[in-house]
């Protein structure tokens, strides 16, 4: 069973350009979180998602980036026009369902976006 | 929001038991704890979850007092490898049953040989 896949590992853009972070869950994983982690701090929760549904988005930036997770196909953290602060590392998670939510979270390697 | 209170950092040496306590006064009836670990450049990888008492993997050991207002990672018997942030985590729960966690800025170890 692969685990969570997340590309590309490392993203490199300009400012004003767009970025688009693609996560595929486990198998049987239906719900999907999206977290950011700037050097030396703790992963920041933004979005969780389950299959064609925004659960909660309260943890993103309410202009620039947005989320979905298709009926097919992978979760994809899209964010427009970059500035030099998106420069992070973006972790994809997926659990699977559950009724009182405390499923153990998979988390993929990352994607390293840097904004030059 | 459960809140968690962890030691920024520990060093231990090759061989030792470690034991690293989260402090979370404010936790729910309903949440759980969680540890996860991570190496630099990788994603965090559960470790262990319990909700009260003590549970026992082939990792690690969790700890949690009868009031659940902390709880106490145990790594026996170290090694190099281990050298990694620790992140505990608490359960929050809403309406929807599902489980967004906070992660702290996590306790970084060092092992030392």
């Known amino acids: 069973n692969a685990g969570v896949m997340q590309n590309p590992r490392h993203l490199v853009r300009r400012r004003g350009q767009e970025a688009r972070l693609r996560c595929s869950p486990m198998?049987?994983?239906?719900?999907v979180y999206w977290y950011r982690q700037l050097p030396e701090e703790g992963l920041k929760f933004m979005v969780y998602l389950q299959k064609e549904n925004i659960i909660d988005e309260s943890g993103m930036p309410k202009e620039r980036f947005s989320a979905e997770f298709p009926k097919e196909g992978p979760s994809i953290l899209r964010i427009q026009q970059v500035v030099r602060g998106d420069s992070a590392a973006y972790f994809c998670a997926s659990s699977p369902p559950g009724r009182f939510g405390q499923e153990t979270q998979y988390f993929g390697p990352g994607t390293r976006l840097l904004v030059l | 929001l459960a809140k968690t209170t962890q030691p920024i950092s520990m060093d231990s040496y090759e061989g030792q038991e470690v034991n690293i306590t989260c402090s979370h006064n404010n936790i729910a009836t309903n949440d759980y704890i969680t540890w996860y670990q991570q190496f630099p450049s990788q994603g965090p990888r559960f470790i262990i979850q319990g909700y009260k008492t003590k549970v026992t993997n082939e990792v690690a050991s969790l700890f949690i007092p009868a009031d659940r207002k902390s709880s106490t990672l145990s790594l026996p018997r170290v090694s190099l490898s281990d050298t990694a942030v620790y992140y505990c985590l608490v359960g929050d729960m809403d309406s929807g049953g599902y489980q967004k966690v906070t992660f702290g800025t996590g306790t970084k170890l060092q092992v030392i040989p």
């Open positions: 198998k049987g994983h239906s719900h």
